[in-house]
Every structure is written in structure tokens, then in C-alpha cells.
């Protein structure tokens, strides 16, 4: 079984001691450290320190040893074996060495997952957490990292999906929109610790929609003439409705339908409710089509949106992602 070495380190002009304190917040409620909601949070189920366990995402270890200040060893305890281990070595007064050393051993086909998806992220990853501390150590970064074009796209693709839920029994202003309702769906994320719980800044939803979703807004345009719909030139643009405490209702009303979106936060989630009343014949015929669709549209653009506002969230890390001047 082959064995896996990766080994990360930074100089810092700073004593030995600030670096540690920063490493002894980890996963802590003010945690400087780990990159998240760029990265999937960093949990365990206890205080920090020897046999607690827990870990980010898919990723799942128990801390092995711990020295506050000084030495923090994790132990992987599913997917491959292994550790990895972060070191605060001082080399002065003033002066210190950051060491992050990992030893994994994966089986199997988790090999080449090891090889092609876990590696460069986990670098990706321990790069923005150096970053972090530099940051946090010292007052300065002059050269942050960046992702490489592999890492961006694997960031894109594996970032969360919404899921589909029932319309939420808090989503009063969706609930009272209309006294007959022809369809209705909902779809919820997550809202991660530094993410914004205002329902105001998921608005954006609607703004900058990706490639795939312009193209069928592009094709909508084209179509609706043929069942004798009035081409729309409002766009994106809804205007607010209502307002209740947690939750915004954006919504307009055409000849052929009228449509509401409910955008709830509440319990730590961001839950985005459509509801629609069809009006006639051409609002019946519009809408089946449009039906098929509307799930794609409505995660693709919720799903973008998350992740640009967890990027936001993290120091550093939407510049990480941007594409260099040659990406």
C-alpha cells in the first residue's frame, strides 16, 4: 500500500507563541484558522484536545496528540490511514516555523481519488489556512494563494447541492400570497457560520445567472411568442412584495400566470418558495413547459449563490478562486 507525504511550512517574523495560540482555536467557535464557509467547517465533538473526534465533510479523524500552543496530530479514522499534524517550531525570540505534515495511506480505488480530488483540495485547503495565520499572526499577507484552474473547477462541482423540501410552515408570506395556488415548490442550503442570514443578500439569486440559465432565458424569449405570451422585458428584476420578520416576498404578476418567491431564513437555512396561479389557457400551456425546467433553474441559481456568498464570507478566499490573469 503506498503511503502518501505532504508536508506544508511557513516562516513567520512573529515569536512562536501567537501562531500557537491561534492553532489551540481551531475548530472553536472563533476559530481564525480554518477556511470556512469556503470549506466545509471543521467540528469535533468536544473540546479540543486528546480523543476528541470529528472532521470536515467526508474527511473524519481523531486527534492523537495535542500540545497546546505547540503540536496538534489528527489521526484519520475513515477513507484511508493515515495522520496529519500541525507543528509550531520556534527558531528565535522572533521568529517561528509552521509545519503542517500529512501521511495517508488509501486502498483501493481511493487511491486515485487521493491522487486527483482529496490531494489538491487538502493543499488548497492547508494553503488558506497558512494564509490565515500569517494574517492573523502578523497584520500582513503580501502574497495570498490562488487556486489552481483543477482546484477551481473541483471546488465548483463538488460544492453542495439545494435540496428539495416541503414549503416551510414559516413561509407565511408564500403561504398567504395567493387564495389558489396552481404549483409550489421549495428548495434549501445551508447556512454556514459567517454566511449572511438577512434574506435581503440572497436576492442575488437572481443576479448574474449562470451561462446554462441566460441561454434559456435566451431560448424563454425566443419561444413565448408562439402561444401568444408578450415577450418579457423586466429580466431577472423582481421587485420586493412584502417583508416579515426572516423572510422577503419577491413576485409579478403577467396576463397568463402570477407568480411569488418566498425567500425564508430561519433554523440556520435559506429556503427559496415558488408558488404560481395560473390565469388562462396560455398560462396553462406556458407552464408546462416551463415546469420541466424550473427544479434545474431555480437549484442552478440558489446552488451559485450559496457558493459566491461563502466565498465572500472567508477572508481570502474569493480571490483565491479568481481566475489568474492566465485563467
Not at 54 to 61: E, L, N, Q, S, V
Not at 66 to 86: D, N, Q, V
Request: net charge positive.
Amino acid at each position: 500500500m503506498r503511503t502518501f507525504h505532504t508536508v506544508h511550512e511557513r516562516v513567520l517574523d512573529v515569536p512562536a507563541g501567537r501562531p500557537g495560540a491561534l492553532m489551540d482555536r481551531l475548530a472553536a467557535a472563533d476559530d481564525p484558522l480554518w477556511p470556512a464557509p469556503a470549506w466545509p467547517a471543521l467540528r469535533f465533538d468536544r473540546p479540543l484536545g486528546a480523543r476528541a473526534e470529528g472532521g470536515h465533510g467526508p474527511i473524519r479523524y481523531a486527534v492523537d496528540a495535542y500540545e497546546p500552543g505547540r503540536r496538534l496530530r489528527f489521526r484519520f479514522t475513515a477513507l484511508w490511514s493515515g495522520f496529519h499534524e500541525l507543528v509550531v517550531e520556534p527558531m528565535g525570540p522572533d521568529r517561528c516555523r509552521v509545519r503542517h505534515r500529512l501521511e495517508v495511506r488509501p486502498k483501493g480505488r481511493m487511491r486515485w481519488a487521493w491522487i486527483f480530488v482529496f490531494r489538491p483540495l487538502h493543499n488548497a485547503l492547508f494553503d488558506e489556512l497558512f494564509d490565515n495565520m500569517q494574517r492573523a499572526a502578523t497584520g500582513s499577507l503580501p502574497r495570498p494563494v490562488r487556486w489552481s484552474p483543477w482546484v477551481r473547477l473541483l471546488h465548483r462541482l463538488l460544492w453542495e447541492r439545494p435540496r428539495r423540501v416541503p414549503m416551510p410552515a414559516g413561509a407565511r408570506l408564500a403561504q398567504e400570497a395567493f387564495g389558489r395556488v396552481d404549483f409550489a415548490d421549495a428548495f434549501q442550503v445551508r447556512l454556514h457560520p459567517a454566511m449572511p442570514q438577512d434574506p435581503d443578500a440572497w436576492r442575488a439569486v437572481f443576479s448574474s445567472p449562470p451561462r446554462s440559465i441566460r441561454a434559456l432565458f435566451a431560448l424563454r424569449q425566443a419561444l413565448v411568442g408562439l402561444v401568444g405570451i408578450r415577450p418579457d422585458t423586466r429580466g431577472d428584476v423582481f421587485p420586493v412584495l412584502a417583508r416579515r420578520e426572516g423572510e422577503i416576498l419577491l413576485g409579478a404578476d403577467s396576463g397568463h400566470l402570477d407568480f411569488r418567491i418566498s425567500l425564508l431564513s430561519a433554523d440556520r437555512r435559506l429556503t427559496l418558495t415558488t408558488v404560481t396561479r395560473l390565469n388562462n389557457r396560455r398560462g396553462r400551456l406556458y407552464f408546462a413547459v416551463v415546469r420541466r425546467v424550473h427544479p434545474f433553474v431555480i437549484r442552478t441559481m440558489l446552488r451559485r449563490t450559496h457558493r459566491e456568498l461563502a466565498l465572500g464570507a472567508t477572508p481570502g478566499a474569493r480571490a483565491a478562486a479568481a481566475p489568474g490573469p492566465a485563467g
